[in-house]
């Protein structure tokens, strides 16, 4: 069983400029999540998706933040415009209950420059 | 709130000695506690949890945890640590209602030869 996939697994952009990261969760898990790990701090909570609704996005920074699961499969975090502050580790997971085991992806090292 | 408290950023050790990593916790509502690894270029890895009962909890590769109420506390235990369990490994807690997970800081383990 293939696990949560992350793409890509590092990207170098300009401020200003816009990246979208994209989480494939486990396949029939209804739960998705977004997490961030900016250099130095804690992991951070971003949203959560059951199915293709948001659940909770309270921990989204701000509206240049954009995440979106088409569907109920995968899911798409785009950022834009990308500000330094953006760069970290930006973590996708999946369960298939809603306090169940969590299944994280590789993350997605994002560097703006 | 909840808040998780990894008080050792980093910790050394020699190989086959014994290892505790500390994990304090603050929270108002009754929650499940985690320990998650992250080998280098990998995805955070469940090590084990409390969701209750016995408060010694056994996870994989020889880890165990306990938990202590009284002492807010879920330290982290190997009687022998072995060079592969160079890491970081995160604290987490979630609410018992709650769908996110609050984590700590991160404790990075380095086993020297």
């Known amino acids: 069983e293939a696990g949560v996939t992350q793409f890509p697994s590092h990207s170098v952009i300009e401020k200003g400029q816009t990246v979208t990261l994209r989480c494939d969760p486990i396949?029939?898990?209804?739960?998705l999540y977004w997490y961030r790990r900016v250099m130095g701090k804690e992991i951070k909570f971003l949203l959560h998706?059951?199915?293709?609704?948001?659940?909770?996005e309270s921990g989204m920074p701000n509206n240049r933040f954009l995440a979106e699961r088409t569907g109920g499969t995968y899911s798409t975090l785009k950022v834009q415009p990308a500000e330094l502050e953006d760069s970290g580790v930006y973590f996708c997971?999946?369960?298939?209950?809603?306090?169940?085991?969590?299944?994280f992806g590789e993350g997605s090292r994002l560097t703006v420059l | 709130a909840q808040s998780v408290t990894q008080l050792d950023s980093q910790v050394p050790v020699f190989e086959e000695a014994p290892v505790e990593l500390r994990c304090n916790y603050s929270?108002?509502?009754?929650?499940?506690l985690f320990w998650y690894v992250q080998y280098p270029n990998q995805g955070l890895q469940l090590l084990l949890k409390?969701?209750?009962?016995?408060?010694l909890v056994k996870g994989i590769n020889g880890f165990e945890a306990e938990f202590n109420k009284s002492q807010t506390s879920f330290h982290l235990r190997k009687p022998s640590v072995h060079i592969s369990d160079t890491a970081e490994y995160f604290c987490?807690?979630?609410?018992?209602?709650?769908?996110?997970?609050?984590f700590g800081g991160g404790t990075r383990l380095m086993v020297k030869p």
């Open positions: 997971a999946s369960s298939q209950e809603l306090q169940g085991e969590l299944f």
């Open positions: 396949s029939g898990h209804d739960n």
């Open positions: 998706f059951v199915k293709e609704s948001k659940q909770d």
């Open positions: 929270s108002s509502v009754s929650v499940y």
């Open positions: 409390y969701l209750s009962g016995s408060t």
């Open positions: 987490a807690i979630l609410g018992n209602a709650g769908n996110m997970l609050t």
